[in-house]
């Protein structure tokens, strides 16, 4: 496994790279109040595109909804070179307070994250 490191130290998540086979597994870790959430997507590209695509931030492509209970936001992680990997960040407020995850990854093709939103290439 090959750790990804953020340049934003406000964010705790992790993400992880892994090569299976002609694939590459992404996992990452989402860390919250609750017992922290480990989702994956498994990806047709070698471990070091993914490394070399990696700008150390997760870069926002939509406008983050946050009503105080919920909280929504699409982020792109890997622009390559015919589509991209987008995390959709998720968290709940719970009735204790406590904040939970559910999150997910997903590859996109034909776009990219480009200022601040999903475009074509």
Known sequence: MHTLSWNDNNIPHQIALEEEG???RIEMRIV???EPEVIGLSVDWPMEKLIDAWQGAAMPVSQAFDDGELFSHV???FNLENGCVIWMVNHIKMPC???MS???LAWV???HGKDGKLSAI
């Open 102 to 104: 559910t999150d997910r």
């Open 32 to 34: 919250k109040d609750i």
């Open 109 to 111: 093709p034909a776009m």
């Open 75 to 77: 982020r792109v992680l």
């Open 22 to 24: 002609p694939h590459t």
């Open 97 to 99: 307070g406590n904040k």
